[in-house]
């Protein structure tokens, strides 16, 4: 809506004329010669001397379709005194009347108070969605499965509550910690498997039996890898020495990947415990407790 065409002289600063797109009360839009600060008197350059005059009208008064949806105490349908119609009221009206005024559209929100308006809140983002409405009577985020990976939340309701917190210790200070005989026989493991599957490999193959052992261990240890990880898109030797020590090699990391993950698990579980007081005293008299409202 803020379109301005400028024509000028052979000089780029010598403006011939500016003109912007404005909306007429049919709405059509026209072309309109706006004045600029050429032919401007120094006192009211400011006051209408705007190269997009447009701005200061928001939307031009434009029929937005607004989505309702009654939800308690945010959006519900209240009686017009002296009426049988009723009217739709709450925190999201009070919004999008703010909008209205400050932006400069027009709205009508549908469904009308008496029309059925039980729809999910899935179907009110779809609505959204499909641009069949312009806005949604909502201050929550909406979505749709569709075009995003979660669904709509519901707003919260609050209440006068109260209760008891406490602040537990963090379950990462408890994690049980790899003991350094662990990490050592595992290194020792690595180093081991890979010069023994260097022996088996380079008598098994004429070929690598002139090969320093530093050349090949990468490829030795991508063997390992793959088999583990890859169900044996690597080629193995087809020697029972070869398949063996794969064997127990795929057998200690399972075991140790299954003992270190019931571990976590383990950990991570919260444990009901019950309070170790029942009245009101007892838990001031702690200190560990604290209570709010």
């Known amino acids: 809506d803020n379109v301005a065409i400028v024509t000028i002289g052979q000089n780029k600063m010598d403006i011939r004329g500016v003109h912007s797109l404005m909306w007429r009360p049919n709405r059509t839009r026209e072309l309109e010669t706006i004045k600029t600060v050429h032919s401007c008197q120094p006192t009211i ?58 932006l400069n559209f027009t709205f009508e929100v549908v469904p009308k108070t008496g029309e059925d308006d039980r729809m999910s809140w899935r179907d009110f983002s779809h609505q959204i969605a499909s641009s069949s409405v312009d806005l949604g009577a909502t201050t929550f985020p909406i979505s749709t499965s569709a075009y995003y990976n979660h669904t709509v939340s519901f707003p919260l309701l609050c209440t006068n509550i109260s209760g008891v917190y406490m602040n537990p210790e963090g379950r990462s200070s408890s994690f049980p910690k790899i003991k350094n005989h662990v990490i050592i026989s595992v290194i020792s493991t690595c180093f081991g498997k890979a010069s023994v599957g260097s022996f088996i490999l380079k008598n098994l193959f004429s070929d690598l039996r002139g090969v320093q052992i530093y050349e090949y261990f990468i490829d030795i240890t991508f063997r390992f890898i793959g088999t583990l990880v890859n169900q044996n898109s690597f080629q193995i030797p087809y020697a029972n020495s070869a398949r063996i020590l794969l064997w127990f090699w795929n057998m200690m990391v399972l075991v140790m990947s299954a003992t270190l993950t019931g571990t976590l698990i383990a950990n991570l579980v919260g444990k009901g415990e019950t309070l170790p007081f029942t009245t009101f005293e007892e838990m001031m008299a702690r200190g560990d407790y604290q209570w709010s409202c």
């Not at 006051?47 to 009654?70: D, H, M, S, T, Y």
């Open 45 to 102: 350059k400011k006051e209408i001397c705007q190269l997009f005059p447009n701005i200061k009208f928001g939307l031009n008064g434009r029929w937005l379709l607004v989505l309702a949806k009654e939800w308690l105490l945010h959006l519900y349908k209240e009686p017009v005194p002296g009426s049988a119609e009723t009217k739709y009221v709450g925190f999201y009206m009070d919004v999008v009347h703010l909008l209205a005024r400050s």
